[in-house]
């Protein structure tokens, strides 16, 4: 019973870094597509600002996922980190690229050395979420069985491929909705189509590429693929295409107020989808939530680990996220340091 409890809060754990993290990679990808300097200044203008105030504190949803992993299951965390350690050590060296290139391409004063920094962030926004992608769909098409050895065979197949790109889809579409609502919030009425057009693209790669991964699964994955098409996993795969109708109606109708709340449950519902569709199994068919968890003491402390960390940070994140959205998050100007911002009264 914890452990059922434990590997469903680690789903749901997934599927706020899948949302949030995402958002974050799917900016990085409109960075590396904007263009030239000049055409692409105006959307890295926007994608700057946009991810400044929030990009490093996405990442606490993976520090999450890690430690529940590392503790509340060790056998699954030791059999995917051998067998699929290629693309995840792929992933994570795309992810400290990243974060290197989007800290520093905007102090840097040579613009030799801001198109570099440049070209690694989105360079590697690209390629991580492909990584991440590539090595859940190896341990969706059971590949990552206990006892596995490392091989490219395990994250190279159709359905790992096929789960990486999805990856990439996934984040350029939620990357895409925000970026279009942050431009209304900053009022650059001309980014606000730019990206809303490629929402609606995005959304209809997304589409396609499900597609292609249901018929994929059928056959080279077909525990996860009678999951998806079938009870609480089909529920959820509804709930996913329903949301993906009201956020292309939303944007078509150009109103972004709840287009964003429509694309996260189009990614968590997704999200939460593969992860009842590999019920019982945390790797289908070797590996079951039960084999790979760990000994009870350590499930119920890792319980209440969860609980107070919930507790103490859940609400400091939230705030973040609302203060954000809501435009308050602003850098100082010049004028602002100065003390001549429009807004200065003068007050001592």
Known sequence: ??????????????????????????????????????????????????????????????????????????????????AMWVPLALAAVGMVLRGAGFALRKPVRRI??????????????????????????????????????????????????????????????????????????????????HFRRRALGSLVALAVLTAVMLTVTRTDAPHVWHGLTHGAGLALVILAGVCSLATGWLLVRRSGTWSRATAVGVVAAAVLAWGVAQRPYLVPTSLTVAEGAGAPSALRWLGLVILVAVVLIA?????????????????????????TGPDHRGEV
């Open 1 to 82: 019973m914890i452990a059922d409890l434990i590997a469903a809060l680690l789903l749901l754990v997934i599927a706020a870094y899948a949302c949030a993290g995402g958002t974050d990679y799917g900016a990085g990808f409109w960075d590396l597509t904007a263009g030239g300097a000049e055409r692409g200044r105006r959307p890295r203008w926007l994608i700057d600002h946009a991810m400044a105030p929030v990009w490093e504190v996405n990442n606490v949803w993976l520090v999450f996922v890690l430690v529940i992993m590392w503790t509340g299951f060790p056998v699954l965390f030791q059999t995917v980190f051998s």
């Open 315 to 339: 609400p400091a994140v939230a705030l973040l996220y609302r203060l954000d959205t809501q435009g308050e998050l602003e850098p100082l100007s010049d004028a602002d340091l100065r003390g």
């Open 112 to 193: 030799a050395g801001r198109r570099l920094y440049g070209a690694v962030f989105a360079l590697a926004s690209l390629l991580t979420p492909f990584f991440l992608g590539a090595a859940v769909g190896g341990i969706a098409s059971g590949r990552a069985a206990p006892g596995t050895a490392a091989s490219a065979e395990a994250w190279s197949n159709p359905t790992s491929v096929l789960f990486g790109l999805l990856a990439v889809a996934t984040t350029a579409f939620l990357g895409a909705v925000f970026l279009a609502r942050d431009a209304d919030r900053f009022d650059a009425p001309d980014l606000v189509g």
